[in-house]
């Protein structure tokens, strides 16, 4: 009797691309390995468009002027419980939409890559034994992401597996495989990179390139005044990603539309080969884009970092050696120069990333997943 292909439906949300992007990477993992079939569903933006609407410009809001507010009430409600009466308000956002699509999809698993966890409490009162994983996207640990009824954890670091552990989750739930991020980062060392003269230009002598990311809305805090700045330090060849911002990316071309060393780009997916070119990064500290960096050995500058989640993990990062926070862009034009003319400090950063690193993060939690399913149909069938 041939055995139908494992169904799996992934749960992620829109505020940012990180959750989608490990969503994606999961996606891409599940489908190469085990030939499954996979559907995305962002069930806030499904089940409450208008309310998602404005969480997100809420959320995008915050981070730009408000991000002591943001930040307070993340570090306040890191510990919340998912049974507590907060926990049940958060985790109670999108089960209409949610019963209606595990009616018609009948999956065999739900993985969640955004904490808003309807699920628990509607599996209990559909009667359903449907595995339930939650792939945690950040190197910090809020509560949201912890409740008892979660089948399996797949977490950044050992400290996250233990922090969990020690708030209440089995230890054997959770395994620590390293945040989930496109195969690509993995695929190609850089000595095997491709040349991308129509992307890259070329690298000078005595010249070392320092790639800026400005997030995928280009909200990084003060990135014109970095850039005037290291546009005058002749040691650095700079590559700026602006992402979907394009004003910026219209201003920074007008700027530097004749500097020999500088390159500009919007939302690309090429990524990986940037990075490959690159010998240190200037980011926003969200989790994918950490670990791309790490996946790719960089060295990483965080400047000014949002308070909540994000600070949260440039703290991290930076009491592992793997990061430096600056808060002025004096202290950041510093941290340039530093890893420039001493290359014994980034050794030392890189040295610390290889501890940091994890190899394909989504193929691990993609073939631990699969095997759980294995085991739950043999279960089934002895049974």
């Known amino acids: 009797m041939e055995v139908s292909a494992p169904k799996i439906l992934i749960l992620y949300a829109s505020y940012g691309e990180g959750h989608v992007q490990a969503a994606r990477a999961i996606m891409d993992s599940l489908r190469r390995l085990g030939h499954c079939e996979v559907q995305l569903l962002d069930l806030m933006a499904e089940s409450h468009p208008w309310l998602n609407g404005l969480t997100k410009f809420v959320y995008m809001q915050s981070f730009k002027t408000i991000p002591q507010l943001y930040g307070w009430v993340y570090n306040v409600t890191r510990g919340m419980q998912a049974?507590?009466?907060?926990?049940?308000v958060l985790h109670s956002f999108g089960m209409r939409q949610l019963a209606l699509t595990l009616k018609k999809e009948r999956p065999d698993?739900?993985?969640?890559?955004?904490?808003?966890?309807?699920?628990?409490?509607?599996?209990?009162?559909m009667g359903m034994n449907l595995p339930i994983v939650n792939v945690v996207t950040d190197f910090?640990?809020?509560?949201?992401?912890?409740?008892?009824?979660?089948?399996?954890?797949?977490v950044a670091t050992e400290d996250l597996q233990?922090?969990?552990?020690?708030?209440?989750?089995?230890i054997e739930r959770i395994a620590a495989t390293g945040i989930p991020i496109h195969a690509s980062f993995y695929n190609l060392s850089a000595s095997e990179s491709p040349d991308h003269p129509q992307i890259i230009p070329p690298l000078q002598?005595?010249?070392?390139?320092?790639?800026?990311?400005?997030?995928?809305?280009?909200?990084?805090?003060?990135?014109?005044?970095?850039?005037?700045?290291?546009?005058?330090?002749?040691?650095?060849?700079?590559?700026?990603?602006?992402?979907?911002?394009?004003?910026?990316?219209?201003?920074l071309?007008?700027?530097?539309?004749?500097?020999?060393?500088?390159?500009?780009?919007?939302?690309?997916?090429?990524?990986?080969?940037l990075m490959r070119a690159s010998s240190l990064v200037i980011t926003k500290p969200g989790g994918i884009t950490l670990s791309e960096s790490i996946a790719s050995g960089l060295p990483i500058l965080v400047f000014k970092p949002v308070p909540?989640?994000?600070?949260?993990?440039?703290?991290?990062?930076?009491?592992?050696?793997?990061?430096r926070i600056a808060r002025t862009t004096e202290e950041l034009i510093q941290h340039c120069l530093d890893l420039v003319s001493t290359p014994s400090l980034a050794e030392e950063m890189k040295q610390a990333i290889k501890l940091l690193r994890k190899p394909h993060p989504a193929d691990l939690i993609a073939e631990d997943i699969l095997q759980q399913l294995v085991d739950k149909r043999t279960s089934v069938r002895t049974n």
């Open 253 to 273: 071309d007008v700027l530097y539309a004749n500097h020999p060393h500088i390159r500009t780009y919007g939302f690309v997916d090429y990524i990986p080969e």
């Open 308 to 323: 909540g989640q994000e600070l949260n993990n440039a703290l991290y990062l930076q009491q592992k050696g793997a990061a």
């Open 140 to 154: 910090d640990l809020h509560g949201r992401w912890l409740h008892p009824d979660i089948d399996r954890y797949y």
């Open 109 to 125: 698993l739900v993985i969640h890559t955004f904490p808003q966890l309807a699920l628990p409490a509607l599996r209990r009162k």
């Open 205 to 251: 002598a005595e010249t070392t390139t320092l790639l800026i990311m400005a997030g995928a809305y280009g909200v990084l805090s003060g990135i014109l005044e970095i850039c005037r700045h290291l546009s005058q330090l002749p040691q650095l060849r700079l590559l700026i990603v602006c992402g979907r911002n394009r004003q910026l990316k219209a201003e």
């Open 162 to 170: 233990q922090e969990a552990a020690q708030r209440g989750i089995p």
């Open 83 to 88: 049974k507590s009466a907060f926990g049940h």
